[in-house]
């Protein structure tokens, strides 16, 4: 799992009040109660039998995270410039999420709620101010947006132009069709933008940054939903080598083997999963609705058809997944339910629109810590601002100069330069309609820097945004020591696979085992047919199959008995076909060729068994340090307090 998502999972967080009772130190750490329930409750949506031995487990799994993020931040790790590097780019990512005000936030809420019941088929239009050679044309793309114009207001297909003539780099193979989206998916303007198009219209041109939009409302529907699946991660850095991301591959195609032949998902994903927080629930995320995740992910488990449902592994940038439906859940529609009403508020604070209301920032700043007008003359530094803007002295300067105080926020002092650097870049009307006044110039540059003491200090204000950037840089911390600890060193130490596998052979036997091939039908007739057609040339199954490909997955492999559906207790004989099978977790219909068998328990060549090898010296790898952590950091827990949040 690359490490955007890897934090998003690795829930460690800070305290979120003073008040929180410690639940257990760590050396001379201490973690509280609050910090280890937030993250207990965002790993564990579902309420389990036994809480308490729950929570007990989990507390493990806590505690260990805690020491080997700790014992990253000894090694310094917190200041090696990729780990800095990416806390800064995602603190410049989501910054402007958390700039607004209560007021803004019920008032967006209501409209995410609402726009939250459908979702929209959208295509996109874009026309880029660069041209071929990357240099701004702004001339060029205005003829560009012309031509589009009229060939749509002929009544050209939308589709048919965007193909032709959107710059988007996607355009000639979606022909601009972004598919459905719903609030929250694309960027708030853009949103704004949808959401005001009628069924059928599309938009008018809208000016960004970067060139012109148009967006076409192609239908609508009735929102989908949520849709909760359990994942399996087989993952690998991004700068691995082909021979890497192979071994990777191979993993996940013999686990979806496992999961197919009948072998439990939960306890694959705990037992080999990369993603060790989601892996220690047996591979639970959270719930997902349309446009959360990468395409590539999102597009699978959309697709799966039917709860229970297993995907075959597949590749995103975080490596190989196999994820499995648990359950569809339908949209929310009463808008007085409390828990739908706070995951919206969640989801605008992590959003674009958030910055819509910065008049809270201003009355928050002018608050804590204050801003203080310091002691210049107004006409001195209107004259001194003259002077530097129209090269003309119009009048005393009474000394100042660009080093000269204007007002203080907090400790920080606000100095004439800065002020002249603003003025100089914001000084006209947006209209062009001449010059601002300098007093409305200077309360303009005063909410500036309100709100860029604001932006710096924002840990200070918002516990939301603290505990979010503590996470990432956490989970950042996480995998690097993960990685340097555990990870390279199974990947890398062939020896060491060699020798535990040599060392421990018996453990690595088959059972009683045969070469067969395995059916997976979608349905009861085509089981029934691709049955039949097999008992009468059961050696010609790639034949029959091939014309049945769409309804019919076929798997040869070498599979333990017990692994074999339809066989039961019945020891397999060449040339077989064991009993068609329902599964009833899906409803699909399975059954298997027999090939050749091997009544006996037999030893797994090194490259048979070295999936499993790998992950015993894992396991005994992460065991050995976790030990060495918890001497090097003596962990007491508060019985007391463990037994009060876990009633």
């Not at 590097?85 to 999420?97: A, C, F, K, P």
């Not at 193979?173 to 972004?178: E, P, Q, S, V, Y």
């Not at 629109?353 to 006409?379: C, E, H, M, S």
Request: charged share 25%; net charge positive; hydrophobic share 35%.
């Amino acid at each position: 799992m690359n490490r955007r998502w890897l934090a998003a999972f690795v829930a460690i967080g800070v305290s979120l009040t003073a008040s929180s009772q410690t639940l257990f130190t760590y050396g001379k750490y201490s973690a509280d109660s609050k910090e280890f329930l937030r993250a207990y409750n965002k790993n564990n949506s579902q309420s389990p039998a036994n809480k308490t031995q729950a929570m007990k487990d989990y507390l493990e799994l806590y505690i260990n995270s805690r020491l080997k993020i700790q014992e990253a931040y000894e090694r310094g790790y917190d200041t090696l410039p990729n780990i800095k590097g990416e806390v800064e780019t995602l603190r410049s990512q989501i910054i402007e999420n958390y700039m607004s005000d209560p007021e803004a936030i019920n008032r967006l809420t209501a409209e995410a709620f609402q726009r939250s019941l459908k979702d929209i088929h959208v295509a996109h239009i874009f026309i880029s101010f660069k041209n071929s050679s990357n240099v701004e044309d702004t001339a060029a793309a205005s003829k560009k947006l012309s031509e589009v114009l009229a060939r749509l207001k002929k009544g050209e297909d939308f589709l048919r132009v965007a193909a032709q003539l959107s710059d988007e780099p996607s355009a000639k193979a979606n022909k601009g069709d972004i598919g459905y989206i719903t609030v929250f998916t694309l960027p708030y303007t853009f949103e704004n933008i949808v959401y005001a198009t009628s069924p059928g219209s599309y938009s008018k041109p809208f000016t960004s940054r970067i060139g012109y939009h148009i967006f076409k409302n192609l239908g609508e529907r009735k929102a989908a939903g949520k849709i909760k699946v359990q994942q399996i991660l087989i993952a690998f850095p991004p700068e691995s080598d082909e021979a890497t991301k192979k071994r990777a591959g191979q993993l996940a195609d013999s686990l979806y083997r496992r999961i197919i032949a009948g072998d439990n998902f939960s306890k694959l994903a705990t037992a080999f999963s990369n993603d060790y927080i989601s892996a220690a629930t047996g591979g639970n995320i959270p719930d997902v609705s349309v446009g959360e995740y990468e395409p590539a992910f999102e597009k699978m488990i959309w697709s799966l058809p039917k709860n229970g449902a297993v995907s075959k592994p597949f590749l995103t940038t975080h490596g190989y997944h196999i994820v499995k439906r648990v359950s569809a859940r339908p949209v929310v529609t009463n808008a007085s339910d409390k828990a739908n009403t706070e995951d919206l508020k969640q989801k605008i604070m992590a959003d674009d629109r958030w910055k819509t209301a910065r008049d809270f920032i201003y009355a928050r700043v002018q608050k804590q810590p204050g801003v203080k007008r310091l002691d210049y003359n107004n006409a001195a530094l209107w004259a001194l601002t003259d002077s530097i803007f129209e090269g003309r002295r119009t009048g005393n300067t009474m000394g100042m100069n660009q080093q000269s105080p204007l007002f203080k926020i907090g400790d920080s002092t606000i100095r004439v330069w800065q002020w002249i650097t603003y003025g100089q870049m914001n000084r006209y009307r947006q209209d062009r309609s001449g010059l601002k006044t300098y007093p409305d110039l200077m309360d303009e540059f005063t909410k500036s820097m309100m709100y860029e003491y604001y932006r710096s200090h924002l840990e200070d204000y918002s516990d939301e945004f603290r505990v979010q950037m503590n996470e990432f840089r956490d989970g950042n911390l996480f995998f690097e020591i993960m990685q340097q600890e555990i990870w390279n060193k199974t990947q890398n130490d062939s020896a060491a696979l060699s020798i535990l596998y040599d060392k421990n052979r018996e453990k690595y036997n088959w059972k009683a085992s045969a070469d067969a091939v395995i059916f997976f039908c979608s349905d009861a007739t085509t089981a029934k047919s691709l049955y039949e057609q097999l008992k009468k040339a059961p050696a010609d199954w790639k034949k029959v199959v091939e014309p049945m490909n769409e309804k019919v997955v076929a798997d040869s492999a070498r599979y333990e008995w017990e692994q074999i559906p339809g066989l039961g207790k019945a020891a397999p004989k060449v040339g077989m076909l064991t009993a068609n099978t329902t599964n009833t977790s899906d409803n699909t219909f399975s059954f298997a060729y027999i090939v050749k068998v091997y009544p006996n328990p037999s030893p797994r060549s090194f490259n048979d068994a070295k999936g499993l090898v790998m992950n015993d010296y894992q396991a005994a790898l992460e065991e050995k340090w976790v030990q060495e952590l918890r001497k090097k950091y003596p962990v007491t827990i508060d019985q007391k307090v463990l037994a009060d949040i876990s009633k």
